[in-house]
């Protein structure tokens, strides 16, 4: 896939609907306003603000209706539990765009989770259920990448190229370096030092898949998908680059695509938290069998955290629901 194709796309879709707003000296102010609030609402929610992704979808809104913005913002209030104004910003999308072949499938979610919601009651908390693993933790970072090892989300598929003690020892200084930055809340150190080490050693998928969780973390979806597709280009074994791979498309609203991803992890590595993820896709498609089936996978790998309570609560309502 083109690194930049979705957001060329994006842009795109956003100047062409521009033309509703007013044209003047300011009209260029305009584009760059509705294009700022539009934007930050896509950080917004892949922050898993919801309330402040729908305010800065609205008042994008306000300056110029455009379909794409209608869809996102209709997404948000799905995840929000407000599915009638949900369906009213779906039609205002396909009215500005009746091709819209995106919002036509969201508008097939739409129905499909009013059908749970209504077999099975509102969850305590949707957006906690309802969010995405997380990218890497901080933490496995400091942990393996100075000795240049593997992330356990899956054993590499292909033999890496060997470094030299020299490029080892840069290694080790540059993932240091990261570390420090990422203590510090400092993610545009951190991918700075990660970049170095992809230019001392470009073919260890590691060190694309590390960079690619923090652009995630960073809120940059398209340098992450860019990331995790050269992490898998060089070793297709990797887990866990599917697994981030599948939360970039989620955020991003490519939902096929996600599952594809989160399917493939459990294909190559048996990745335990792309169960969790399907499920949750599963769930929203109104696909409870599978759905169900997934969480009670993902609640046999891990019984413990958070994530395993979220789970047994879904699998109880579906259990409700089916039986």
């Keep these: 896939m083109r690194q930049y194709g979705t957001l060329v796309l994006t842009v795109s879709i956003l100047f062409a609907g521009i033309g509703c707003a007013k044209k003047g000296p300011d009209f260029k102010e305009q584009v760059k306003y509705a294009l700022d609030l539009y934007y930050a609402g896509e950080k917004a929610r892949e922050a898993g603000n919801l309330e402040a992704a729908a305010s800065s979808y609205r008042r994008s809104l306000a300056v110029s209706p455009r379909p794409i913005v209608h869809l996102r913002l209709a997404y948000v209030l799905m995840d929000l539990g407000q599915f009638e104004e949900a369906g009213k910003h779906l039609e ?3 009215a500005g765009n009746p091709e819209y072949a995106k919002a036509r499938d969201a508008q097939e979610q739409l129905k499909a989770k009013i059908t749970v919601v209504e077999r099975m009651g509102r969850p305590e908390r949707k957006e906690e259920l309802h969010q995405p693993f997380p990218y890497l933790p901080s933490a496995q970072v400091k942990r393996e990448a100075p000795q240049g090892s593997a992330t356990p989300a899956a054993a590499p598929a292909v033999q890496e190229p060997p470094l030299t003690p020299e490029q080892q020892k840069e290694i080790d200084a540059l993932m240091a370096r990261a570390q ?4 510090e809340n400092n993610l545009k150190e951190a991918i700075e030092a990660h970049k170095a080490c992809i230019e001392i050693a470009p073919k260890h998928a590691k060190f694309h898949y590390y960079l690619g969780n923090l652009y995630l973390k960073q809120g940059d979806l398209e340098r992450a998908h860019f990331e995790y597709r050269q992490a898998l280009d060089l070793n297709p074994g ?24 989160y399917q ?60």
């Design 264 to 323: 493939e992890a459990i294909r190559v590595g048996d990745h335990t938290d792309s169960y969790y993820n399907l499920a949750v896709l599963l769930e929203k498609r109104g696909k409870w069998e599978e759905a169900l089936k997934n969480y009670r996978i993902y609640l046999q790998r891990d019984s413990s955290s958070s994530w395993a309570e979220s789970a047994r609560k879904q699998i109880r309502a579906l259990e409700r629901a089916l039986y």
């Design 180 to 183: 420090k930055a990422l203590d």
């Design 238 to 261: 990797l887990a866990g680059a599917y697994n981030n791979l599948g939360v970039t498309y989620e955020s991003m609203g490519r939902v096929e695509d996600a599952m594809a991803a």
């Design 92 to 94: 205002l999308a396909l």
